[in-house]
């Protein structure tokens, strides 16, 4: 049996379903958070007699008529595949708007079941639905649910499958000029109706609520975006030089620099093992996997706090206030969802992209979502914040400071270079503040630590032992004395020219960065590996073996290499499917790296000529790029214009 | 010699085992950072 949930954006749909299979989904308070179906069997608890059960959770819409590629998922899954059983999640808060959708669904002859959502919302109003007016009006069954705490939650399963089993068809609504060209107008007349006669509203909807009063300042024209940068800079300052960066360094220094180590050293040389096996395991694996997981608790408390933050609705008003301010650069607030998400992982990011529906606005965001530093790039901003900056909370906090002015400057570029016109309108609906659940913040918390552990022993893992092997051998696969005579050094010493305008000398750093565009924390990991073969030097500490290759303006230009350089393959895999055409992903690929590169050149050149008074070596290189560079820009810009003259564009 | 030689097995075995994990979530278009990355499909192209 195969019953699919679906209903509005933010009616609590996939809160519902990880709720009845167990699954850890992705879920926020705010609309657009799914963009593609997700299965699963139900919960044992949900199904006693162990039947087979298929729960679809479907991306939110408000009609049969999508506007968006996740709507157009909705839309095609429900009339091609023909579930069983549709769960419709009405937010119990807004029954007027979620209703229209509804009746669209009892006309498809389906078994329906409506779960009236939110109710802890609704009673905590005062408000009333009458549970058996609406399902007589609508001719369904209708079973109050919160999904957040479960509650109702059995009875609505039991009687879903209770419909699948009967496989009676749902019968239509009938209402007054059903069948005329106005349809719309007379459904939501219909719907208008029904939830006159079934809903008793104790609150004044013209009363100003305690949510309106919070968001007179929180998403106040002015002060909307101080308070913004003001909550960020504390929960990434806390998350990585607080409480996070505290427990990392004592992770790092202690569990994975001295007891690991020694234990497997000890257990190893005790049983025998020979010296190169033993080094490939504990200095290659161990050292490399050790030297990311040792963010794990940096990693848990930031999502900890982002999770407190999205939960109590702030997160939703963050893209009424950056509306304003991106609309200016050919954006919108609906640009903002992608970047958040990002903000955990820049694959779901660029996929939430898929909301929006203007295609250049669309294009723009996927190209710009990625610098967002993700969960990945944080040990990168942690291990360099703490070697070079230590004891200064401003570095962590510093990134996404620079990754919102990069996505700010790089709009405004790519609307030049492009001839673009934005058509788009931004309508969100905001949830009503909340206490925050910690459940909630907890269970995200743990699937994010439990994705990075995911990632840090299976493809960090592997990449560790191809690394160590690489900078251990030659290529005859004779092991090497001198590491300069390495398989890796090679390949490194391939790229680093590129990177010398920039201050980084060394094959180890292009290496690294190399090795990173496999995945981010490999940049953290690989460094572990190399460095722990030629320095007694700890790896995380102030002054430690890193101090070797960078003065801290380098460092600062080396973290901002690779953060915003093109992210990771998997990323980059989600780019190209988001952009459905080669030609714009080489585009936005390229955009990224030449955005990074220059970067990095400005801070580097520019930085040690104020911090040193002398010029960073590959001054004179530096110099030649960016006047190339200027006039490519120039060049592109003016053919964009005339192009966009020709046509009769703004830009 | 035979230390080594299990030591190695067994470290190999564990390699060869995440190796299949990383590539199979390659195939199968599945995101490396686990459960709370959707697995990846075209969205419809829309021009």
Request: charged content about 20%; aromatic content about 10%; some cysteine.
């Amino acid at each position: 049996m195969k019953i699919a949930l679906t209903g509005n954006p933010n009616s609590g749909k996939t809160t519902l379903f990880n709720a009845i299979t167990g699954k850890a989904e992705v879920a926020g308070n705010w609309p657009g958070v799914t963009v593609e179906k997700k299965e699963a069997d139900l919960k044992k608890k949900y199904n006693p007699k162990g039947i087979n059960v298929r729960v679809v959770d479907l991306p939110g819409t408000y009609s049969f008529s999508p506007y968006t590629g996740e709507e157009a998922i909705t839309r095609d899954f429900i009339l091609g595949e023909e579930p069983d059983v549709i769960i419709n999640i009405v937010d119990g808060a807004n029954v007027s708007r979620s209703l229209f959708f509804t009746t669209q669904l009892l006309e498809l002859g389906i078994p329906i079941i409506i779960a009236l959502n939110k109710s802890d919302i609704l009673s905590k109003r005062g408000d009333v639905v009458d549970k058996n007016a609406l399902s007589k009006a609508l001719n369904c069954k209708v079973v109050a649910t919160t999904a957040t705490s479960e509650d109702g939650l059995i009875n609505l399963i039991s009687e879903a499958v209770k419909l699948g089993k009967e496989k009676k068809p749902q019968i239509a609504p009938d209402f007054a000029g059903k069948d005329s060209e106005d349809s719309d107008r007379a459904r939501q007349r219909f719907v208008d109706g029904i939830v006159e006669k079934c809903q008793v509203k104790k609150r004044d909807s013209s009363k100003i609520t305690f949510s309106d009063k919070v968001d007179r300042v929180v998403a106040h024209k002015w002060l909307g975006l101080p308070i913004f940068f003001a909550i960020m800079w504390a929960v990434f300052s806390f998350s990585i030089e607080g409480l996070g960066g505290y427990l990392s360094g004592y992770f790092n220094d202690v569990v994975f620099g001295e007891i690991v180590p020694s234990v497997a050293n000890g257990f190893l040389e005790g049983m025998g093992v020979n010296p190169l096996l033993q080094a490939l395991i504990v200095d290659g694996a161990i050292g490399g996997v050790g030297a990311v997981v040792g963010f794990l608790p940096l990693i848990m408390v930031l999502f900890f706090c982002l999770s407190l933050l999205e939960d109590c609705g702030y997160m939703a008003r963050v893209a009424v206030v950056m509306d304003r301010f991106f609309k200016k650069i050919g954006l919108s607030g609906k640009s903002i969802i992608p970047m958040i998400v990002g903000s955990g992982c820049a694959i779901p990011g660029v996929m939430a992209t898929r909301t929006i529906e203007d295609v250049n606005e669309r294009r723009m965001t996927t190209i710009l979502t990625p610098f967002v530093p993700c969960g990945a790039k944080l040990p990168i901003i942690a291990l360099f914040a703490a070697v070079f900056f230590p004891e200064k909370n401003w570095v962590g906090p510093s990134m996404y400071v620079i990754a919102i002015t990069m996505i700010v400057i790089g709009g405004l570029l790519l609307k030049k270079i492009f001839v673009w016109e934005n058509t788009s309108q931004f309508i969100i609906e905001l949830p009503e503040y909340k206490i925050p659940s910690l459940k909630y913040a907890f269970l995200q918390m743990i699937d994010k630590a439990k994705s990075f552990i995911y990632k840090a022993t299976t493809i960090i893992l592997v990449c560790n032992t191809l690394v160590w092997f690489a900078q251990a051998y030659s290529w005859t696969l004779s092991p090497v004395e001198d590491q300069s005579l390495s398989i890796l050094a090679s390949i490194g010493s391939v790229i680093a020219p590129i990177l010398i305008p920039l201050g980084f000398v060394g094959w180890q750093l292009s290496a690294a960065a190399l090795t990173g565009f496999i995945a981010k924390e490999n940049v953290v990991a690989t460094f572990a590996v190399i460095l722990v073969a030629t320095s007694e030097e700890s790896l995380h500490l102030p002054g430690g073996a890193l101090a070797q290759f960078f003065t801290p303006v380098t460092a600062f230009a080396y973290l901002v290499f690779n953060l915003f350089t093109p992210p990771c393959f998997a990323a980059i895999g989600a780019m190209n499917s988001e952009m459905g055409s080669k030609k714009w992903l080489f585009r936005g690929l390229a955009f990224q790296f030449g955005v990074g590169y220059i970067l990095a050149m400005i801070v580097t050149q520019v930085g040690t000529l104020i911090a040193y008074k002398t010029p960073a070596v590959g001054f004179v290189p530096a110099i030649v790029i960016a006047v190339a560079m200027a006039i490519y820009i120039t060049t592109v810009i003016r053919k964009a214009e005339s192009e966009r003259h020709k046509i009769g564009v703004e830009a | 010699m035979l230390v080594n030689i299990i030591a190695g097995l067994i470290f190999g075995g564990i390699l060869i085992f995440v190796s299949k994990k990383a590539w199979d979530d390659i195939r199968k278009n599945k995101c490396s950072c686990g459960s709370s990355c959707p697995g990846k499909k075209k969205s419809g192209k829309r021009q």
